[in-house]
């Protein structure tokens, strides 16, 4: 299996804020801890967190407090 990198540069240009990436990431993935049926079966070998950042990057995940122009506008 290859090994996925990601930085935060990665996730900043994802979101346009590094932080909200991180929140978006940790939320997933404590879902994903809570119901792991959920998750793709070659996904399951991988941590929680590791899961959650390839779906962000994947653009599998959306954050729906903030719109990207808004959290883009406060940089």
């Known amino acids: 299996m290859k090994k996925n990198e990601y930085t935060l540069d990665d996730l900043r240009s994802k979101m346009g804020n590094k932080y909200a990436s991180v929140l978006l990431v940790a939320s997933r993935a404590k879902a994903i801890r809570e119901t792991p049926g959920e998750v793709e079966d070659e996904d399951k070998k991988l ?7 390839k779906e962000l990057m994947e653009d ?8 990207g122009d808004k959290i883009k506008a406060e940089e």
């Not at 599998?60 to 719109?67: I, P, Q, S, T, Y």
């Open 60 to 67: 599998k995940l959306k954050f729906k407090d903030f719109e």
């Open 47 to 53: 941590k929680p967190t590791v899961t959650a950042v």
